[in-house]
């Protein structure tokens, strides 16, 4: 029996496409070519014996085995029972049905679309079926989970794109994620970022929490995920599975597949994960198999790259890379170049035939020369698109530029590589066989001691991107680490084999070019080993990261080219770029200055500062003068050298703001009493003398043409200066709260201001209209910066973010997070590519602006003791810059260490019964600790904004705190409770109980006491006196005396009960940080001037004695029961002083980071670096 030319059509009948997607739709598979030769046959009417007989089978085996399943697998795609005798009226009526019945799709066309680095897929090939059924999946069926799986580059992200492009209008939300280097808790928050319109910022740090938090808002949307390439959180699994860090990978797809909500979700991934789904057969969750191209599909590949062949030699080379798009592609350039377009002829060389992926790839590497291998690992490490000139820093062996050229010509050409704007990088999948191979090569490399790629190439690049290095140490180091342990047990077997490579090099080849020591360095590190007393000396030490403590580490006549160490630069005040952007340069509280080359952060020079506390401080447009203040005198210094070059007087309180001219010609300065003055930066003259309207200016900058000055202030009000005509132009009051900073647009015409009330505020210069309010910071906005285009304002926030506004629509386009502290200062740079931030946990951060990712973090090492408290029983605490709390035995030094915060630790105080210890931070939390054991035993969450204080309640069952969040909270000492909340005009910076229990009192920034009624929570009394911030506040032991100390550097006794004020002093020239009454309070102890703690005699007045010991500024003092005082510095001790005598008995201090660390003859670093390193505790020695 012969079919006619009309039957061999019956494939394009409608019919028969019908049946085939109906089953694709239930199975996920099409039609066998047997079962189709059955449908064919019975549609024709023949018997299972003559299409046995026909087409070569038993008929046996169709009759019982095939022709059987065929009919139940096509009932349960059509829905009713078929069978060989009424299939053709089944088949009939289901292209019926769906041509009477459309999808009942709504249109939605109110969106929002999140593209993320979704692939361009303006040329796509094929996958018209795969498409209808999973847009029927999706958008008809409404399923919850779909997951697209694949080998790597059978096409699912491109599919993924092209889908969601295509379906898009069904759905308000559609975001594209790639999981390359993503954990859970941060793409969880990026989709609520964006879902919510970046509103919710404070997210729950709990992955469960952020799950359902997610849920809430697929329930009342409708949304498209898709997460693409999911197999990257499965490629570096433990052995249960996968890494504990992505075990809410699972938790996410099964709460998005079983719980109701409107939403879906798209997966794609090389494989299924037998622990992320529910059981199969479940009606909203869908699985499709993607396969190659079919001939059709895969012809236009090789014809778009005018490749020529038989209908054979296409069938063959796509059966031959199994429809691999990616494979096609590659193939493509090879048959055109040296096969001269023809594939019959590529084919008969049988040079190149590839059973899959990884054989493709093992040929095409094994093939390359050494120069090729060490490009292709070196790309595999960056991560990222790189150049020519990079590769060539990154390459051990020294090569030619054309040599280096060529090779990567030769990559390219194989496709192996890409070439796009003269950077060089690898597609997903080569990159990931480029780095397992890596992998592998590196771990047998350790094994066997026999060195190649361990010493030619970087395992992570200390001086890369943040993100990329992060990469680096998750896909790289990690499992590098993981097969260590696999191989040699436990952490000190590891150890000590990497301890021997060191000795080894260092006795046969010290010195030697490589990165061999920088790996093992990496390692070391990345696996938490104590690094105390090692010595790496004599060796090069490349690109490793060093930000860790090395104590007694012998560094002696090594090369630290390209390694990263801690920095200490401590608080800043202001930072700049240059106006190349090629520097950028800080100010820190000290007036030290220091300068780093921007393109990786080396530190270039380094100016030490002056003996005093400087208020405020900023950075000349030229980047050539310092301007800092401590007090009322203002000072310009030389970047360069530190030297004072002039001193200028005239202000009667302390200057609290500072700005200087776009020609660096004129600076202003302003005071608490409201007084602004104009200078001549060149002779060091006033110029003229303002009274602004407010008590007093927060903030100054003049306009790009120097001919205006703005000033904000502590009202909320911006006041405009006319420089030439010496008067004020106009008042803009538009703010609700104090003004915190301000800036002039590069064209001069627009003012934005940043405020206490959350919101940056645009004005016009010509009309003072106010243009635009841009809300969206959760507290205080501290600094705002225009970028050099004029288009974009940033703005820095003590909700540790920062945010990028469209200055046209007021449209937050991004929120850059990674800071754990308020953020001080925010600059762009020049080039408007990259933008700079300083934060008051002591870090720089360079951001990416195209990407919002964070290149660079400078982190400086400051660990000194912010705060201090004795307990009845003799113990210390100390609250730390570095957000430890410490527990001390003041004879036999420290005790433990508690760590939990993740930011400075502002106060710290024992419960009466000494059992408890409760810690406030600038992480917006109280914490309360056991004394016995160091167990956290409760954070109090509440406060939106630093807590600066913190005090028990005399009966322990209380705590009282104070923050920047304006408010002073009553906290239930054992659960936690917030039991009352008092709102106070301005940051609360000070609190204090009375002994009975019955009075708060809170010191503010807007320079008033208050005195609350604990019973009521009522202000009672305000006390006005002081001129400058309030900073602290303390209880004599019989309640009846109050002692203040201010930013005015005045001290002040006041009587509880009158409120009328018995003394006042000069204590300090700068301001009073620390202030404590003696157990019986005759003696009030503060910090003073030169570095000193202060004695003072609380009847008279009278400075009693000044103990003198600290090398840096005395931040708190305590008193102990038995006649001890304590005081810690800013040179990161605490000394114990007797009280009679005024000696100091004992000074208490943690090890630096590299203390006694030996860099002698050292190379790699510069000077300002060497500086550094030794004023964190390492040594030259002769």
């Known amino acids: ?46 018997t299972y014996e003559e299409i046995a007989d026909k087409e070569g089978y038993s008929d046996n085996y169709l009759k019982r085995d095939v022709g059987p399943r065929l009919w139940k697998i096509l009932s349960d795609a059509l829905g009713e029972k078929v069978s060989k005798k009424n299939f053709r009226t089944a088949l009939q009526r289901k292209l019926e049905e769906a041509k009477s019945t459309p999808p009942q799709t709504k249109k939605i066309t109110d969106t929002r679309r999140d593209w993320g680095e979704a692939a361009d897929v303006a040329i796509f090939y094929g996958r018209t079926q795969e498409m209808v059924v999973l847009e029927q999946w999706i958008v008809s069926d409404r399923c919850r989970v779909v997951t697209i799986l694949g080998m790597a580059g059978i096409g699912k992200t491109a599919l993924s794109v092209k889908l969601a492009q295509q ?13 390359d280097q993503v954990p859970i808790k941060d793409i969880l928050a990026e989709l609520i970022y964006f879902l919510s319109h970046n509103t919710e910022i404070d997210l729950p740090e709990n992955i469960s929490l952020r799950t359902l938090r997610l849920l809430d808002y697929l329930r009342k949307h409708r949304c498209l995920l898709i997460l693409d390439g999911l197999d990257a959180i499965l490629r570096h699994r433990d052995q249960e599975q996968f890494h504990r860090e992505y075990e809410g990978y699972s938790q996410l797809i099964r709460c998005i597949g079983e719980t109701a909500h409107q939403s879906c979700l798209l997966l794609t991934s090389r494989e299924k994960p037998r622990d992320f789904y529910l059981k199969e057969g479940e009606q909203r969750l869908k699985t499709l198999q993607l396969s190659g191209l079919n001939l059709e599909e895969g012809q236009q590949i090789f014809k778009d790259s005018q490749l020529h062949g038989t209908r054979e030699s296409y069938a063959k080379i796509m059966n031959i890379y199994g429809g691999n798009p990616l494979l096609l592609k590659m193939v493509a350039p090879i048959v055109q170049d040296v096969f001269d377009r023809d594939i019959t002829e590529f084919l008969n060389s049988g040079k190149t035939v590839f059973s899959n992926i990884k054989n493709l790839f093992d040929q095409d590497f094994e093939c390359l020369s050494q120069m090729e291998q060490d490009i292709m690992y070196w790309l595999a490490i960056n991560r990222e698109p790189v150049s020519l000139r990079e590769l060539a820093e990154d390459i051990l062996q020294e090569v030619h530029p054309l040599e280096l050229a060529e090779a990567l010509e030769s990559l390219r050409q194989r496709a192996l590589i890409e070439k796009t704007s003269g950077l060089f990088t690898q597609q997903p999948a080569i990159a990931e066989y480029v780095t397992d191979r ?77 990165y061999t020591s920088g790996n093992i360095l990496n390692l070391l590190r990345h696996m938490q080993v104590d690094l105390d007393g090692y010595d790496f000396s004599h060796l090069k030490i490349w690109q ?40 950028l340069s800080a100010v820190n509280t000290s007036g030290a200055t220091y300068i780093w080359h921007v393109p990786q952060m080396k530190l270039r020079h380094l100016t030490k500062g002056y003996n005093s506390w400087l208020r405020v401080a900023t950075l000349s447009p030229d980047g050539q003068t310092l301007v800092c203040t401590s007090d009322r005198t203002v000072k310009l210094g030389d970047v360069h050298t530190g030297q004072c070059l002039k001193s200028l007087h005239g202000h009667r309180h302390p200057v609290c703001a500072v700005a200087v001219s776009s020609d660096s010609r004129m600076l202003a300065s302003a005071s608490y009493d409201g007084i602004i003055k104009l200078w001549s930066a060149d002779t060091g003259e006033s110029i003229t003398t303002w009274r602004g309207g407010a008590s007093y200016i927060t903030s100054l900058a003049f306009s790009p043409n120097s001919e205006i000055l703005i000033s904000g202030s502590s009202t909320g009000t911006i006041e405009l200066w006319s420089v030439s005509s010496q008067r004020c132009l106009t008042l803009l009051h538009q703010h609700t709260s104090a003004i915190q900073s301000v800036a002039f647009s590069p ?24 243009l ?74 360079i951001w990416e602006l195209s990407t919002g990712e964070c290149i660079r973090t400078l982190r400086a090492y400051a660990n000194w003791a912010v705060s201090l408290a004795f307990s009845a029983d003799g113990l210390m605490a100390s609250g730390n810059n570095d957000a430890s709390v410490r527990l001390w035995n003041p004879q036999d030094g420290e005790i433990r260490v508690m760590q939990g915060h993740t930011s400075r630790v502002q106060s710290v105080a024992f419960s009466p019964d000494c059992q408890t210890l409760a810690s406030a931070s600038n992480d917006h939390t109280l914490k309360l600790w056991s004394v016995t054991t160091g167990e956290c035993l409760i954070t109090l969450y509440g406060h939106q904004n630093q807590v600066r204080s913190a005090a028990f309640h005399p009966d322990g069952s209380t705590i009282i705190s104070g923050s920047d969040d304006c408010t002073v909270k009553l906290w239930d000492a ?26 708060i009192i809170s010191g503010s920034k807007d320079r008033t006491i208050r005195l609350w009624h604990v019973s009521t929570q009522q202000c009672y009394q305000t006390l006005r006196e002081h001129t400058g911030h309030i900073k602290a506040v303390v209880l004599s032991a019989d309640g009846q005396r109050l002692a203040s100390g201010s930013d005015d550097g005045i001290v002040k006794v006041w009587d509880v009960h009158t409120g009328q004020c018995l003394q006042s002093f000069q204590a300090d020239t700068s301001t009073i940080w620390a202030i404590a009454f003696s157990p019986d309070g005759h003696i009030l102890a503060t910090n003073g001037d030169h570095f000193s703690v202060r004695l003072w005699d609380v009847k008279t007045g009278e400075c009693l004695k000044s103990l003198q010991g600290h090398k840096s500024w005395v931040r708190a003092i305590a008193f102990s029961s038995d006649g001890l005082i304590a005081s810690s510095s800013q040179d990161e001790t605490i000394k114990l002083w007797h009280i009679t005598t005024g000696e100091c008995q004992k000074t208490l201090r943690t090890a630096r980071p590299y203390e006694d660390m030996n860099i002698t003859d050292i190379e790699g670093l510069t000077d300002a670096q060497k500086a550094a390193l030794k004023a964190l505790g390492a040594v030259e020695r002769s």
């Open 1 to 46: 029996m012969n079919y006619s030319e009309s039957d061999l059509d019956l494939d394009k009948k409608e019919e028969f496409k019908a049946a085939d997607n109906a089953v694709y739709a239930v199975k996920g598979s099409y039609l066998t070519d047997i079962q189709k030769i059955i449908l064919k046959g019975a549609w024709l009417g023949y």
């Open 167 to 179: 379906i898009q209008n069904n759905f308000e939300y559609v975001i594209w994620r790639s999981l």
């Open 438 to 514: 890596f992998i592998k090569q590196i771990c047998l490399e350790l094994k066997t001691q026999q060195f190649v790629f361990f010493k030619s190439h970087a395992l992570v690049k200390a001086s890369a991107k943040e993100y990329i290095r992060n990469a680096q140490t998750r896909y790289i180091l990690q499992p590098i680490v993981n097969q260590l342990f696999a191989d040699m047990g436990s952490r000190k077997s590891i150890a000590h084999h990497l301890s021997k490579i060191i000795k080894n090099l260092q006795e046969r080849s010290p010195l030697q070019p490589g």
């Open 544 to 583: 490793a990261r060093l930000d860790v403590d090395l104590h007694q580490v012998n560094l002696a006549s090594s090369d630290l080219d390209k390694s990263v160490f801690l920095a200490n630069f401590g608080s800043l005040l202001a930072i700049a770029f240059s106006s190349n952007g090629q520097f």
């Open 747 to 770: 064209d001069g015409q627009t003012i934005a201001s940043g405020s206490s009330d959350r919101t940056v505020k645009l004005y016009s210069l010509s009309t003072g209209e106010c």
């Open 772 to 845: 635009k309010t841009l809300e969206d910071h959760t507290s205080e906005v501290q600094s705002v910066a225009f970028s050099p285009d004029g288009h974009t304002i940033a703005s820095g926030s003590s909700d540790r973010t920062i945010k990028l506004w469209s200055i046209s629509t007021g449209e937050c386009r991004a929120t850059l997070k990674g800071h754990t502290g308020q953020i001080r200062a925010v600059t762009f740079n020049p080039d408007g590519q990259t933008l700079a931030s300083s934060s008051n946990e002591q870090t720089i951060k």
């Open 974 to 999: 054992t659960t936690g409770e917030c039991l009352s909340t008092m709102q106070h005009p301005s940051q609360v910076r000070t609190v204090a109980l009375s002994s009975d229990g019955q009075v």
